[in-house]
């Protein structure tokens, strides 16, 4: 018997604002627990809720990177139950009018619909402790986003995919930090089978998948299970279950039995805000570049290789750097190439920012072939990580150069000291050139362009052989 | 009292003590400074922090705010103390005076009658001689209702005009922050001193403040009044009629243009059920956060939800839980199409019907009450009677957020009985011109119980 699996996410991201969603309580993720409260946090009576603008705004940025409707009209609901971790007795969110709505992501060519994007008010951190729990507040009323897909994923491999990617754009846009094991992006699972894929089966849920490999594990399992239960005639109940990471299997939570009434209301305290067409485009076209939007940017504009697209897009950090140097030049495959090897590699070695300032950089690049050669400009980079100036590194190099004096007199003696290259280059062997341009060099301590010398020793080379024909004559 | 009453301290300390003996008005003592230029009372639902707030319900027992609520730091500004705070209905669902979590509130004109409610304690102090103003709320007619009741001038502004901030809400579309004094000259200036926009609350209006006081003009030439007939007609008390019918011919004499306002009674029949569908839920749904757990009631049980269960089954009276259970009802999914959302589209229409007469007119007038205050033997107190428009009236301004006042118009059984006066929104200053006139014509500027 064929089985369909669906499977649908409701993904909750933590937004990185200073303040919370509706009130002016900063957030700090090391703060010491309940530190970090205003009265409405805790729902103290006749406390009120204002809205929090950032987070609309980085709200906005997940709707159009995921392709949503976006909806003009800002309004916010009340949804009503009791629990200790809710201390208004009811959670502010977007239940009438989310923020986007009808969207797509598309995962292994595969369009996964999104149902809505909203934002909504995080709920205080309950600490399970032995014979006790704890609450603490400073939680309470963070800013987050809820992303639901429809029940349209059909693979585990495609979930993980498309959490995967998730994460990667909620970083991207630097809307959060994205890490799931801090708990800032957290994910609940619908899944169920059915014989007939247009049925959908009966849906049971798993809460509190906290990495992705968790979520394949837990996926597979719960599969598995059910289709235990399945073969053996056994009925799949409506339920929660939540992921044990040390027995690797899904646990029974609670059932599912009744659906729970929300009594979902308009918040009266929040009247409707239109925001107009103009501030959101202002809004959208100031939000930082997903990676896909990177990469096209990178092969289409900078006509960077694939390969070296990729590779520059393998650290975040690395292509911030790449886009903010690329400001200041125009030399695209040689900043990559800077950036992919000696910085990269720097950075692997060494904690802490970088101290080059990306103009500083661009700076360098800019003279690679007209002041310094390549392999010096990499010398005086490594030198500016290790936080020498780099306009001083370059100055000096520069008056290291030999005056022209001192020039001719190396000339010469690169000559002098070869006359068979001398000889080949004249019979028509080009390579030979190089070979002088090397000796000259050598014999300068890497202390000359090279390109100078080359031009230098190919005039010499000339008069060499005129003053020759000279005397012949 | 009146604002530019001279002040004798210990005088007024004493009248403080020995008025609260004999109307129970008074919730809890505030730390009043001696020196300030004049002293309020201020509803039990509004914060000043450190000082008891129990909104007349048990489950606020030993709650003390740590902020204060926009409107007190407002009248600090200006030189007030904050002296007490006063006595109410349960939570602001009430208008009797007599569901306040501990004695009921006596009216100072006849100590068997009720205040009315909810601002019972505020319009109580004020009509008694105590202070020259005194804070309340109006949700559904909480300030204009023990206003009539006890001869004081009661005023509810525009919705939005003042900040709800650190005002216990009860229906947060409609809650409206007012007051009580004893003449229209200290209603002006304390409108001036309260409203402006306020960050904190974005309810609160954007509109620019008034210069009420100086303003006032009471040249009745040539005004616009309403009489609503529609409320009138239900008036049969002949004290009242005369009362009435004496002062329109005065308004008339003196130049004001009469208009006869009626509106159709489908939209006024539906003003009561209405209010109580939305105020029912939205106060449900406010009530939420009293769940036992952080302040105020807190008893410990063997689990979470049974202490919540514990707290929220004694903390509330059976008149709240009933108010919340008829809430709940009405935002089921399944109800809320017929009830909820029902009740919030017949409000716009109420209110378009309401608002289209109001904007022709200065002011519309018509009594505020069909009765003087009830006697407390007397009194249904299950609440849930549908009102006839000759009360629920009142109501219309807290649908259509309008701004609306009563002032003292007569007497009956030695016992005082308030005419309404409301103009559409934002135009208290037409609403307080007319009121003087209307004052000047009844002499009753300083109206109050003179203290034992």
Same mark, same amino acid.
């Given at each position: 018997?064929?089985?369909?699996?669906?499977?649908?996410?409701?993904?909750?991201?933590?937004?990185?604002?200073?303040?919370?969603?509706?009130?002016?309580?900063?957030?700090?993720?090391?703060?010491?627990?309940?530190?970090?409260?205003?009265?409405?946090?805790?729902?103290?009576?006749?406390?009120?809720?204002?809205?929090?603008?950032?987070?609309?705004?980085?709200?906005?940025?997940?709707?159009?990177?995921?392709?949503?409707?976006?909806?003009?009209?800002?309004?916010?609901?009340?949804?009503?139950?009791?629990?200790?971790?809710?201390?208004?007795?009811?959670?502010?969110?977007?239940?009438?009018?989310?923020?986007?709505?009808?969207?797509?992501?598309?995962?292994?060519?595969?369009?996964?619909?999104?149902?809505?994007?909203?934002?909504?008010?995080?709920?205080?951190?309950?600490?399970?402790?032995?014979?006790?729990?704890?609450?603490?507040?400073?939680?309470?009323?963070?800013?987050?986003?809820?992303?639901?897909?429809?029940?349209?994923?059909?693979?585990?491999?495609?979930?993980?995919?498309?959490?995967?990617?998730?994460?990667?754009?909620?970083?991207?846009?630097?809307?959060?930090?994205?890490?799931?094991?801090?708990?800032?992006?957290?994910?609940?699972?619908?899944?169920?089978?059915?014989?007939?894929?247009?049925?959908?089966?009966?849906?049971?849920?798993?809460?509190?998948?906290?990495?992705?490999?968790?979520?394949?594990?837990?996926?597979?399992?719960?599969?598995?299970?059910?289709?235990?239960?399945?073969?053996?005639?056994?009925?799949?109940?409506?339920?929660?279950?939540?992921?044990?990471?040390?027995?690797?299997?899904?646990?029974?939570?609670?059932?599912?039995?009744?659906?729970?009434?929300?009594?979902?209301?308009?918040?009266?305290?929040?009247?409707?805000?239109?925001?107009?067409?103009?501030?959101?485009?202002?809004?959208?076209?100031?939000?930082?570049?997903?990676?896909?939007?990177?990469?096209?940017?990178?092969?289409?504009?900078?006509? %960077?290789? @694939?390969?070296?697209?990729?590779? $520059?897009? *393998?650290?975040?950090? =690395?292509?911030? +750097?790449?886009? !903010? /140097?690329?400001?200041?030049?125009?030399?695209?495959?040689?900043?990559?190439?800077?950036?992919?090897?000696?910085?990269?590699?720097? %950075?692997? @070695?060494?904690?802490?920012?970088? $101290?080059? *300032?990306?103009?500083? =950089?661009?700076? +360098?690049?800019? !003279? /690679?072939?007209?002041?310094?050669?390549?392999?010096?400009?990499?010398?005086?980079?490594?030198?500016?990580?290790?936080?020498?100036?780099?306009?001083?590194?370059?100055?000096?190099?520069?008056?290291?150069?030999?005056?022209?004096?001192?020039?001719?007199?190396? /000339?010469?003696?690169?000559?002098?000291?070869?006359?068979?290259?001398?000889?080949?280059?004249?019979?028509?062997?080009?390579?030979?050139?190089?070979?002088?341009?090397?000796?000259?060099?050598?014999?300068?301590?890497?202390?000359?362009?090279?390109?100078?010398?080359?031009?230098?020793?190919?005039?010499?080379?000339?008069?060499?052989?005129?003053?020759?024909?000279?005397?012949?004559? | 009292?009146?604002?530019?009453?001279?002040?004798?301290?210990?005088?007024?300390?004493?009248?403080?003590?020995?008025?609260?003996?004999?109307?129970?008005?008074?919730?809890?003592?505030?730390?009043?400074?001696?020196?300030?230029?004049?002293?309020?009372?201020?509803?039990?639902?509004?914060?000043?922090?450190?000082?008891?707030?129990?909104?007349?319900?048990?489950?606020?027992?030993?709650?003390?705010?740590?902020?204060?609520?926009?409107?007190?730091?407002?009248?600090?500004?200006?030189?007030?103390?904050?002296?007490?705070?006063?006595?109410?209905?349960?939570?602001?669902?009430?208008?009797?005076?007599?569901?306040?979590?501990?004695?009921?509130?006596?009216?100072?004109?006849?100590?068997?009658?009720?205040?009315?409610?909810?601002?019972?304690?505020?319009?109580?102090?004020?009509?008694?001689?105590?202070?020259?103003?005194?804070?309340?709320?109006?949700?559904?007619?909480?300030?204009?209702?023990?206003?009539?009741?006890?001869?004081?001038?009661?005023?509810?502004?525009?919705?939005?005009?003042?900040?709800?901030?650190?005002?216990?809400?009860?229906?947060?579309?409609?809650?409206?922050?007012?007051?009580?004094?004893?003449?229209?000259?200290?209603?002006?200036?304390?409108?001036?001193?309260?409203?402006?926009?306020?960050?904190?609350?974005?309810?609160?209006?954007?509109?620019?403040?008034?210069?009420?006081?100086?303003?006032?003009?009471?040249?009745?030439?040539?005004?616009?009044?309403?009489?609503?007939?529609?409320?009138?007609?239900?008036?049969?008390?002949?004290?009242?009629?005369?009362?009435?019918?004496?002062?329109?011919?005065?308004?008339?004499?003196?130049?004001?243009?009469?208009?006869?306002?009626?509106?159709?009674?489908?939209?006024?029949?539906?003003?009561?059920?209405?209010?109580?569908?939305?105020?029912?839920?939205?106060?449900?749904?406010?009530?939420?956060?009293?769940?036992?757990?952080?302040?105020?009631?807190?008893?410990?049980?063997?689990?979470?939800?049974?202490?919540?269960?514990?707290?929220?089954?004694?903390?509330?009276?059976?008149?709240?839980?009933?108010?919340?259970?008829?809430?709940?009802?009405?935002?089921?999914?399944?109800?809320?199409?017929?009830?909820?959302?029902?009740?919030?589209?017949?409000?716009?229409?109420?209110?378009?019907?309401?608002?289209?007469?109001?904007?022709?007119?200065?002011?519309?007038?018509?009594?505020?009450?069909?009765?003087?205050?009830?006697?407390?033997?007397?009194?249904?107190?299950?609440?849930?009677?549908?009102?006839?428009?000759?009360?629920?009236?009142?109501?219309?301004?807290?649908?259509?957020?309008?701004?609306?006042?009563?002032?003292?118009?007569?007497?009956?059984?030695?016992?005082?009985?308030?005419?309404?006066?409301?103009?559409?929104?934002?135009?208290?200053?037409?609403?307080?011109?007319?009121?003087?006139?209307?004052?000047?014509?009844?002499?009753?500027?300083?109206?109050?119980?003179?203290?034992?």
């Amino acid at each position: 018997m064929d089985l369909y699996l669906h499977i649908g996410l409701e993904i909750h991201c933590e937004l990185k604002t200073n303040t919370k969603m509706f009130s002016s309580s900063p957030i700090d993720y090391q703060a010491s627990p309940n530190t970090l409260v205003q009265p409405f946090d805790v729902a103290f009576p006749g406390t009120l809720p204002t809205i929090n603008q950032r987070a609309v705004e980085l709200a906005l940025r997940a709707c159009d990177v995921l392709n949503c409707t976006i909806d003009s009209n800002l309004r916010f609901d009340r949804k009503h139950y009791f629990y200790p971790d809710l201390p208004k007795g009811y959670q502010i969110t977007q239940a009438f009018h989310p923020l986007g709505k009808d969207g797509f992501l598309t995962i292994n060519s595969q369009k996964i619909l999104i149902e809505r994007v909203h934002l909504e008010e995080d709920t205080a951190k309950l600490v399970h402790r032995d014979g006790y729990t704890s609450i603490d507040f400073n939680r309470c009323g963070i800013p987050l986003i809820e992303i639901v897909t429809r029940p349209v994923i059909t693979s585990v491999e495609d979930a993980c995919a498309f959490m995967a990617e998730i994460l990667r754009l909620v970083t991207y846009l630097e809307i959060s930090e994205g890490k799931m094991e801090k708990g800032q992006v957290r994910c609940d699972v619908n899944l169920s089978l059915s014989e007939n894929p247009s049925d959908l089966g009966t849906k049971v849920e798993i809460k509190n998948l906290n990495s992705i490999s968790h979520m394949r594990a837990a996926l597979c399992y719960e599969v598995d299970r059910q289709k235990e239960r399945i073969a053996h005639q056994h009925s799949i109940e409506s339920q929660t279950r939540r992921y044990d990471e040390k027995e690797k299997k899904t646990v029974f939570l609670r059932a599912k039995n009744r659906k729970v009434d929300y009594r979902y209301m308009p918040d009266p305290n929040l009247p409707c805000v239109r925001l107009s067409r103009e501030w959101i485009q202002e809004v959208l076209s100031k939000r930082p570049r997903t990676y896909q939007e990177r990469f096209q940017q990178l092969t289409d504009k900078h006509r %960077l290789s @694939n390969r070296l697209a990729y590779d $520059l897009l *393998k650290q975040k950090e =690395i292509n911030d +750097l790449y886009f !903010e /140097i690329v400001k200041y030049t125009r030399h695209f495959s040689v900043a990559a190439n800077l950036l992919c090897a000696d910085i990269r590699t720097w %950075l692997k @070695n060494h904690s802490g920012p970088i $101290l080059v *300032k990306p103009e500083d =950089i661009a700076f +360098l690049i800019n !003279e /690679i072939d007209l002041t310094i050669p390549y392999a010096k400009a990499r010398g005086i980079l490594k030198a500016g990580l290790e936080g020498k100036s780099i306009q001083k590194e370059w100055k000096a190099y520069q008056n290291l150069q030999l005056s022209s004096q001192d020039m001719d007199r190396l /000339i010469q003696q690169t000559l002098a000291q070869n006359p068979k290259s001398v000889h080949d280059y004249l019979q028509g062997k080009d390579r030979a050139l190089a070979y002088l341009v090397g000796q000259c060099m050598r014999l300068s301590k890497g202390n000359v362009d090279p390109q100078r010398a080359k031009d230098l020793l190919r005039r010499g080379i000339r008069n060499l052989e005129r003053s020759t024909m000279d005397e012949e004559e | 009292m009146r604002f530019k009453d001279s002040i004798d301290f210990q005088e007024l300390t004493r009248k403080w003590h020995t008025a609260d003996e004999k109307i129970h008005a008074v919730a809890s003592w505030c730390d009043w400074k001696e020196d300030s230029s004049f002293y309020v009372a201020v509803k039990d639902n509004i914060s000043v922090a450190g000082t008891l707030m129990q909104a007349g319900s048990h489950i606020l027992e030993g709650y003390r705010p740590v902020y204060d609520a926009t409107v007190i730091s407002q009248l600090r500004k200006h030189g007030a103390s904050v002296f007490c705070k006063s006595k109410m209905d349960e939570l602001g669902m009430g208008d009797t005076g007599l569901n306040t979590g501990g004695t009921p509130i006596l009216n100072p004109y006849d100590l068997s009658r009720i205040t009315g409610g909810s601002s019972g304690g505020s319009a109580a102090l004020v009509a008694n001689g105590c202070c020259p103003l005194a804070i309340g709320t109006d949700t559904g007619d909480s300030i204009r209702q023990p206003a009539s009741y006890t001869g004081t001038i009661g005023v509810k502004p525009t919705y939005g005009r003042i900040s709800r901030y650190g005002v216990l809400p009860y229906a947060n579309s409609m809650d409206t922050v007012g007051f009580f004094t004893t003449c229209i000259e200290d209603a002006a200036y304390a409108l001036e001193i309260l409203e402006g926009r306020d960050p904190k609350d974005m309810t609160s209006s954007a509109m620019l403040p008034g210069h009420y006081k100086r303003s006032l003009d009471s040249n009745l030439a040539g005004k616009k009044i309403g009489i609503f007939r529609s409320v009138m007609d239900t008036i049969k008390n002949p004290v009242f009629q005369k009362s009435f019918e004496d002062l329109i011919h005065h308004l008339e004499k003196k130049g004001a243009h009469l208009i006869w306002v009626d509106l159709d009674s489908k939209w006024l029949d539906l003003v009561d059920p209405v209010y109580k569908t939305i105020a029912n839920a939205e106060a449900c749904s406010n009530h939420a956060c009293l769940d036992g757990l952080r302040y105020g009631l807190q008893p410990i049980e063997n689990t979470v939800e049974e202490s919540i269960k514990h707290a929220r089954t004694t903390g509330f009276s059976s008149l709240v839980k009933k108010r919340f259970i008829y809430g709940a009802y009405s935002l089921y999914e399944e109800n809320q199409k017929d009830l909820f959302e029902k009740a919030q589209r017949i409000r716009r229409q109420i209110v378009q019907e309401y608002r289209a007469a109001l904007e022709d007119l200065d002011v519309l007038l018509a009594l505020s009450t069909p009765d003087i205050a009830p006697e407390i033997a007397e009194m249904d107190r299950s609440g849930m009677q549908i009102e006839s428009i000759s009360i629920s009236h009142l109501k219309l301004d807290n649908l259509a957020g309008t701004p609306s006042l009563s002032l003292p118009l007569g007497f009956k059984q030695g016992c005082p009985f308030g005419l309404c006066v409301r103009s559409d929104r934002f135009q208290e200053q037409k609403m307080f011109d007319i009121a003087k006139a209307i004052e000047e014509y009844t002499g009753f500027a300083g109206l109050c119980v003179e203290a034992i």
